[in-house]
């Protein structure tokens, strides 16, 4: 399907830095190069590497209109597409989740690593862009870690996001919850989300988190955007508006995550933005992801 698409591009962007003799292309000044940090995947999206990589068969909690499929996930020509499309999608179970799921009426993307190829503290990179904003007003596109399955329940989960009603910002996230059943209660351990402005998101922007045991840091186009330290999240010296308990650091090993979504109805004007100028399919492309192991903790596996 997404070969007759028109969404397609070519990469030779005006703006554009080609890096070595394979037109690598990130951002002027790109190295690729970060002291402490050893590049373990270098993902161009060749092909779909089912050694790293699962197509997700959920959805996004009560949050999501649409249920992520194997369709819903494509790589072609160099290039990663998470779709969203107006179909009926039947009542299944879900792997992912283990439970029933209900019918949805639109399907959409989601990529995870692999339970084998777990991740703890690193740096993760991608090139990415979302769909047109002229066509695209209501969506939610993202790379991200996440876990909320070890005992006891940790919900961990650290952020890049980006909205098709706020088309030049990106949300930078930290979400943190103990046995938290839903993200309302995770505000207990404080809401560490910021929308940040950064120009257009439909165009191509290159993202990065870096996550340690003492910070995570969040990147756009080589620059630093956002900090978060322990200092800032122990309830020193008073908790933060709302914050009932300290938030620590994620110190659990994590999936890293892409998707690609659209909100429901009762969500979607205070996140993702409303869908009524959507034109479906709808894509979010990625160019590359590149994962570093933090050399003092070193990744298995890779």
Request: aromatic share 12%; net charge negative; with cysteine.
């Amino acid at each position: 399907m997404t070969k007759s698409l028109p969404f397609l591009i070519s990469l030779s962007l005006c703006t554009a830095y080609a890096h070595g003799e394979d037109n690598f292309i990130a951002y002027p000044g790109y190295s690729g190069n970060y002291a402490g940090y050893t590049l373990k995947v270098d993902e161009r999206f060749n092909r779909f590497n089912s050694g790293l990589w699962q197509k997700g068969d959920g959805a996004v909690g009560h949050e999501s209109a649409c249920r992520f499929t194997p369709q819903g996930v494509q790589v072609d020509k160099g290039v990663l597409n998470l779709i969203v499309n107006k179909e009926v999608v039947p009542a299944s179970w879900s792997e992912n989740h283990q439970q029933q799921k209900r019918q949805y009426d639109y399907s959409c993307g989601e990529l995870r690593t692999l339970p084998t190829k777990a991740i703890k503290y690193g740096r993760f990179e991608t090139r990415m862009k979302t769909p047109a904003r002229a066509s695209a007003s209501g969506y939610i596109s993202s790379l991200f870690t996440y876990t909320n399955t070890d005992t006891p329940r940790e919900w961990e989960e650290i952020d890049i996001e980006l909205e098709g009603g706020r088309p030049d910002k990106f949300q930078a996230n930290l979400i943190y919850g103990l046995d938290a059943a839903s993200w309302t209660q995770t505000r207990d351990w404080g809401a560490w989300e910021d929308k940040i402005q950064i120009g257009p998101v439909d165009e191509w922007r290159v993202f990065a988190i870096e996550w340690t045991p003492t910070f995570i840091k969040w990147y756009v186009d080589g620059a630093l955007v956002k900090t978060l330290d322990q200092s800032q999240l122990d309830c020193k010296p008073a908790c933060a508006p709302g914050q009932k308990n300290p938030t620590p650091i994620p110190d659990n090993l994590t999936s890293l995550m892409m998707n690609f979504w659209i909100p429901n109805d009762e969500i979607q004007d205070v996140f993702g933005g409303n869908k009524k100028g959507n034109v479906y399919p709808m894509v979010t492309q990625y160019d590359w992801l590149r994962i570093y192991q933090l050399d003092e903790h070193p990744l298995t596996n890779y």
